[in-house]
């Protein structure tokens, strides 16, 4: 079996978020993990792409499902003022129990998310883990007790910074 690099590799090019501004709406249903991927996507874009915390506004919800409607109308929001967020992380963290709830809510909020990136033209990094028990969740926040753990925060974060930068770049006709 042949073995490949799993994630995704980082980009080439170089990004600058001095000027972005970044909208994170997160759970608070599972809020242990949740802070930590909050945490990972906020430290990485202040310290590795000079995003400025003020320009970070963190807002959170009850739970995933709500994650589209709030990212929807704080879009609109920013929209009404003076300045735009150019780019949105939804965070939330599902566990698969036994029943089919798990498969609804997943399958709902990857659409509503996708749903309101296309209609609004503002990029929104899916920051959900669909997770089958505690453990994969924690692991994927960089908790846990397994040397394979990565807060996948830090990836959202990044994706943020990149898509922020390319989208404004995209919009202004620069490709």
Avoid at 148 to 156: A, Q, V
């Amino acid at each position: 079996m042949t073995s490949f690099t799993k994630g995704v590799i980082p980009s080439t090019e170089k990004f600058d978020g001095s000027s972005l501004r970044v909208l994170i709406v997160h759970t608070r249903w599972n809020y242990e993990v949740v802070e930590a991927l909050v945490r990972g996507a906020t430290e990485t874009m202040t310290s590795e792409y000079n995003v400025k915390a003020e320009n970070i506004s963190i807002q959170s919800v009850s739970g995933s499902y709500e994650l589209p409607f709030a990212a929807q109308s704080l879009i609109k929001a920013s929209k009404m003022g003076t300045q735009w967020f150019n780019v949105v992380i939804c965070i939330g963290v599902l566990i698969k129990g036994s029943t089919m709830h798990f498969e609804y809510i997943a399958e709902a909020v990857s659409q509503g998310i996708m749903r309101v990136s296309l209609d609004s033209g503002v990029p929104i990094v899916f920051g959900v883990l669909t997770c089958l028990n505690d453990e994969q969740a924690l692991e994927r926040a960089g908790l846990g007790d397994k040397e394979s753990k990565h807060n996948h925060g830090i990836d959202w974060g990044r994706c943020a910074v990149e898509m922020g930068v390319k989208n404004c770049k995209w919009m202004s006709g620069i490709i």
